[in-house]
């Protein structure tokens, strides 16, 4: 268990020797909030990982957000997580005017929702709820804020998905019911990880699963937010391959947005294991209930494992050691019609911190979502020149290695580091001086293309200005984008 320890020592017993000793905080004041300050976000935070520092914490201890805007504020709902302590259940809360400065503000419930613990003896009196509540959803309905969560147990499969309704963002919290239940035996897959997308007709609908028989999507009520039929699992949307009989890892953590200006829904799903590997895919329909497809139109309910379109995973630029298990997103939007995606990072010089990723979306011009290299700092957006353009830039390629299994197999995180070679923007158009490579900037929409060998390999990428949190300046050129095939690319300025 990570603790506080405060010493405060004495040398001799004299009042000149007594006064003259420095100045230190003593209990309570250690445990109050501190002045926010962007370059004091480090990546771990043992010091103030105990339960008293929370109203530290900040980004920190966060796993499988969901998020909203209500008013002046961002409220974020996640999973309870904890590092080097025992859980505390009760779904983690915090909220932020800017996306930066985040205020933990405690727990929804005092303990596990009592509906889904009854549902999990219901099947077998033996069976133990988990201590913790996992992938929380916050919606607003009307004047109704919906918090639905996921328990888990011990019982193979058996695990539900609840409603909390309230008034307010801050509670309190009424059980409503259980809106999806899971259970070993039968057709179906794991009830948690519950995300909802209402149509513009007013329909909803629910998108839920993890790692066994694929993601499902059931129809709701909208009056009471519970399944429109009682009992009703819904019908599989997303599937993953197998290699050799043995499932090429987890799929998980659906996240549903229906976008209005491309007139689609998009399915942001995550795979792979959580601590390591873990990466953000997206599909895309015409309709709530499918079919979805991937990057080449391949139907993401067939047993394969689709594009590798990855539009967040493992990373690391240079000079620093990366980030792994960046799955589980939440995406949402502001009243600018501006996109966001925010998930958990780990740090990969220690797996078990969780820290808040939140991330500026753009849409590419084929209407596929794409997100920053960078994390959201709320930097200024002046518009970029093609002279600013000119310069060096680290390179991050979103390739990936498929490991078939689950933790056991999948130990290594496969970051996919900035290459070793930095491309070089020349003011004459050219990619590393070599005329056959060229690039093409269009300032009216901040787009750029990188055409390679004469125009035959085409990246088409979105400019934008962000925080290199790398190196703790405040701001520089990132661009994101994709190549021909839907590989990720990712591109921060660095002379």
Known sequence: MIGCIVVVGISSCS???FDSQPLTETDPGIFAPKPFNINNINDTYGNIASYAFTAQWGSYNLHDPSIMKEGDWYYCFSTDVAYGQPLKPGIMVRRSKDLVDWEFRGWAIGGLP????????????????????????????GSEFRLYYSLASNGFRVSAIGLLTATSLDGPWTEKGLAVTSKTVGA?????????????????????GSAWDGLFVVKLNPSTGLAQTPGDLGTRIVRRGKTNGVYNGNLEAPEIIYNATQKKYYLFVSYDWIDTKYNVRVFRADNPTGPFVDWNGE??????????????GPYAFKGHAGWQGTGHCTVFKNEKNEYFMASQGRPAVDKFFMDMHVRKMFWAENGWPMVSP?????????????????????????????????????????????LPNNPLLNANGTIFGDPNNTWVYDPATSRLEMRWVGGLFVDRLQVARERDWEKKKETTIIMTGYNGGGLGLWFKKVK
């Open 15 to 17: 009042k000149n020797s």
């Open 188 to 208: 179906g897959t794991n009830a948690i990880d519950p995300t909802i997308v209402v149509t513009p007709t007013g329909e909803q609908y629910m998108y839920y």
């Open 374 to 418: 960078e994390r959201y700092a709320n930097v200024p957006q002046t518009p970029v020149t093609r002279d600013e353009l000119v310069g060096e830039y680290e390179q991050v390629i979103h390739g990936y290695v498929r490991v078939p299994g689950y933790a056991d197999t999948q130990t290594n995180p496969n970051i996919n580091f900035a």
């Open 114 to 141: 009592q509906q889904a613990v009854n549902y999990i003896k219901s099947i077998n009196s033996t069976y133990i709820a988990n201590d913790g509540i996992w992938a929380p959803y916050i919606m607003k309905v």
């Open 299 to 312: 139907n993401a309910d067939v047993q394969s494992d689709h594009a590798d379109q990855i539009v967040l």
